[in-house]
């Protein structure tokens, strides 16, 4: 073996040796991304501050990151550390007392750098306290003065705002961007739900124009009645 070939030879092995020991260490300890989220309750009984989010690649003994669970959807987000799509929520920040405060666990959507997180209520005996409704925050996905209306329900249902209408098809979302107002800057808005190829009017009243903020607004079955309910997370501006 010549000397030239001798030095190419080993300059390959010292090359492999160094990235095979790279990528090593990526997959012990991956890189880890900011992601911003909002956790919001479906119910005002369901919030609670003592909230905290997990990475399940970190080693037990880290220390969860709180996310506060708000009733209202406002601009305070908070940035986690993921190093992966995956989290998991519970009541404790010791890593490894997760089991004993699970709450829920949820896979974000690839690219997701922004995120609203919204616990809706398990049955009783479920593991899971509540399961989590993923909506995407940033601007080009969720744009100001924009109704964000998500039919939650296994019905076909339809909005209309000022006689204009949107057909929300069944775990469907459909984007209202500034809407029609009358005086007053309100919506007069009238919701119905398909049966038997029929429209049965379920809701009606006024839906103020978003403005530069933003409404999400849920369609879900009323587990106790089995009726169609809307309930409006309102953007509110940061209080002094």
């Not at 990528?23 to 119910?43: M, N, T, Y």
């Not at 004993?100 to 919204?118: H, T």
């Not at 049955?123 to 899971?128: Q, S, V, Y």
Request: aromatic share 6%; net charge positive.
């Amino acid at each position: 073996m010549n000397r030239r070939r001798f030095s190419f030879l080993m300059s390959l092995m010292i090359c492999c040796c160094a990235s095979h020991k790279l990528w090593g260490q990526d997959s012990v300890h991956p890189a880890a991304v900011e992601i911003r989220l909002r956790l919001l309750a479906f119910k005002p009984s369901m919030a609670s501050e003592e909230i905290y989010v997990h990475d399940p690649k970190l080693a037990p003994a880290s220390v969860g990151q709180r996310l506060p669970m708000r009733t209202y959807l406002n601009h305070e987000s908070t940035t986690i550390s993921l190093t992966s799509r995956s989290l998991v929520l519970s009541k404790s920040a010791n890593a490894s007392a997760i089991k004993q405060g699970f709450l829920a666990d949820v896979i974000l959507p690839q690219k997701c750098r922004s995120a609203v997180l919204i616990a809706l209520p398990n049955d009783a005996g479920e593991k899971r306290a509540y399961h989590l409704l993923v909506v995407p925050d940033m601007i080009q996905d969720f744009p100001a003065g924009t109704f964000h209306v998500i039919n939650l329900s296994r019905k076909q249902v339809r909005i209309d705002l000022e006689k204009k209408p949107w057909v929300i098809a069944p775990a469907k979302t459909v984007q209202i961007h500034n809407p029609p107002v009358r005086h007053g800057m309100q919506s007069g808005m009238k919701a119905y739900v398909q049966e038997n190829g029929e429209w049965r009017r379920i809701a009606s009243g006024l839906w103020p124009h978003p403005g530069r903020e933003r409404v999400i607004q849920l369609l879900f079955e009323d587990p106790h009645t089995k009726r169609l309910q809307i309930i409006a997370f309102d953007d509110v501006a940061p209080r002094d």
